[in-house]
C-alpha cells in the first residue's frame, strides 16, 4: 500500500549516460516529469499538451455550460445538456468558422457571400473517430440591427393589429449542407438541413440543426464544403444575410480595437457538437464483470 | 513503568485533501477551467479488527484476520479509494475548439480498506 513504483518510462537506464553533461538527477527530474505528463495527457485522452493560440476567446455558450456542470453534483459522466439531447454526452465541442482575408460584411464581391446567402466553412476533424455523436448545432447571433422600439411596435401594432402585421416581423432562416462546389459557375449543389422562423424584433442566438452534415463529414473520404445560409422575408423573398444575422464581422471591427475583438469573438458563429466517447458504458461494463 | 514506550498508534484509514492546481504545472495555456480541483487521497492503517466506517470488503477482513495472525503469510489490506467522483473541464485544442469534458474518477469521495 506505499507508493514505492516507478513512473512509467522511468530513468533508471538514462541514469547512467549523461551525454549533456547535466547532472544526472537533474535529467533523470526531467525524464520523470515527462513520463508523467505523458500519462496524464494520456488520461485526457490527449497525445500531446495542446498549444492553443492566444487569440482564441471561449464563447460564453460554453462557460455556461460549464458553469452549470459545476453548480450540480456530477453524479454521472453525462454533461447535462437539457433540451439539446437524450442521449448520453459526455464531450461537448465549440467550433468557430474559418475566417478568410476579406471576408467583412462591407464587401459584395466577397467569394464568401453570394447574393443572399453567406458559406461557412468549418474543420470539425477533432472530433475522434471512437466519438459517437448525440447532437451538433449551429449557432448563429441573430441582432436586431433596426432597433425596433416598443413605441414603433405599440404604434404599428395600434394601427394595423392584423395577422399580416405581425407577420412582417417573422423572417425565416434557412441553413443547408454544401454537397458540392462547382468551380465554373462558382455555384453549389446543396440539401436544406434545418429551417427557422426568427422574430427580427429579437436579439438572441439562434439554434439550428446541423448533425447530418457533420455526421457526414466525418464519414471517410466525405468533403466538407462546409454550410449555407440564407434569410427569406416574410413574403419569401431572400434578403441580404448581413442585416442582422452575425456571420461575419463589420468593417468596424476590421481595426485593431479590443472592445470590438472581443464582441465580435462572442457573437461570431459556431458549432457546438455533443459526443460520447463510450468510457463511461465501458468502465460500467467493467464494474458487472468484476462483480 | 516497565519502561515500555506507549506503542504509536497510526491513524486509521482515511481521505486527506491533495489540491491539484494546473497552473503549478503550466496547464493553464490550454485548461480554462477549472484553474485546479481538490482531489483528495487516502491514507491511514487498516487495523485488526476492521470496523464498519472503512468500508472493508469481505476479503479485507479475511485478509486483515490472517494477516493479525501470521504477517507473513499476507500484507494488510490497502487504503484505497472506494467512491470516486467526476469532474467537468474546459479546455483548448490545438485547432482552437473548445472542449467541454466530463472526467469519471477523478476526485476521491470516499476511502476505505481492500
Not at chain 1, 48 to 69: C, F, G, W
Request: charged content about 25%; proline content about 4%; overall charge positive.
Amino acid at each position: 500500500c506505499t507508493y514505492g513504483g516507478q513512473v512509467q518510462g522511468g530513468t533508471d537506464q538514462d541514469s547512467s549516460t549523461d551525454t549533456q553533461g547535466q547532472s544526472t538527477p537533474h535529467r533523470s527530474r526531467e525524464a520523470v516529469i515527462r513520463a508523467f505528463e505523458k500519462n496524464l495527457l494520456n488520461m485526457f485522452g490527449l497525445k500531446e499538451k495542446p498549444k492553443p493560440s492566444r487569440k482564441i476567446h471561449v464563447p460564453q455558450y460554453m462557460l455556461d455550460l460549464y458553469n452549470a456542470q459545476t453548480d450540480s453534483p456530477i453524479s454521472n459522466l453525462d454533461i447535462d445538456v437539457k433540451g439539446k439531447t437524450s442521449r448520453s454526452t459526455n464531450i461537448v465541442r465549440s467550433f468557430h468558422h474559418q475566417e478568410h482575408e476579406g471576408d467583412y460584411t462591407s464587401s459584395q464581391d466577397d467569394s464568401r457571400q453570394h447574393g443572399h446567402t453567406h458559406r461557412l466553412t468549418f474543420n470539425v476533424s477533432a472530433i475522434a473517430d471512437n466519438e459517437v455523436l448525440t447532437d451538433a448545432e449551429l449557432r448563429i447571433f441573430w441582432k436586431n440591427h433596426h432597433s425596433v422600439s416598443k413605441r414603433d411596435l405599440t404604434d404599428r401594432d395600434q394601427t394595423n393589429s392584423t395577422k399580416s402585421s405581425e407577420q412582417s416581423y417573422k423572417h425565416r432562416v434557412n441553413v443547408y449542407q454544401i454537397l458540392k462546389r462547382l468551380v465554373k459557375s462558382n455555384d453549389v449543389i446543396k440539401r436544406l438541413i434545418d429551417t427557422k422562423v426568427v422574430d427580427i424584433r429579437n436579439t438572441s442566438w439562434q439554434s439550428f440543426d446541423v448533425r447530418p452534415a457533420i455526421k457526414d463529414w466525418r464519414r471517410p473520404h466525405r468533403p466538407n464544403h462546409g454550410i449555407e445560409v440564407e434569410v427569406l422575408d416574410h413574403r419569401g423573398r431572400p434578403i441580404s444575410v448581413h442585416r442582422n444575422l452575425r456571420i461575419a464581422r463589420s468593417v468596424s471591427e476590421q481595426v485593431d480595437s479590443s472592445e470590438d475583438e472581443t464582441r465580435w469573438f462572442q457573437e461570431r458563429p459556431h458549432i457546438v457538437t455533443y459526443t460520447d466517447d463510450g468510457r463511461q458504458k465501458r468502465s460500467a461494463i467493467r464494474r458487472t464483470s468484476r462483480q | 513503568r516497565s519502561g515500555k514506550r506507549k506503542r504509536k498508534l497510526k491513524p486509521n484509514c482515511r481521505r486527506h485533501p491533495l489540491y491539484v492546481d494546473f497552473t503549478d504545472v503550466g496547464w493553464n495555456s490550454w485548461i480554462v477551467a477549472p484553474a485546479g480541483y481538490q482531489a483528495y487521497y487516502c491514507q491511514g492503517e487498516c487495523p485488526f479488527p476492521l470496523v464498519d466506517h472503512l468500508n472493508a470488503t469481505n476479503h479485507a477482513i479475511v485478509q486483515t484476520l490472517v494477516n493479525s495472525a501470521s504477517p507473513q503469510l499476507a500484507p494488510k489490506a490497502c487504503c484505497v479509494p472506494t467512491d470516486l467522483s467526476a469532474i467537468s473541464m474546459l479546455y483548448l485544442d490545438d485547432s482552437d475548439s473548445v472542449i467541454l469534458r466530463n472526467y469519471q474518477d477523478m476526485v476521491v469521495e470516499g476511502c476505505g480498506c481492500r
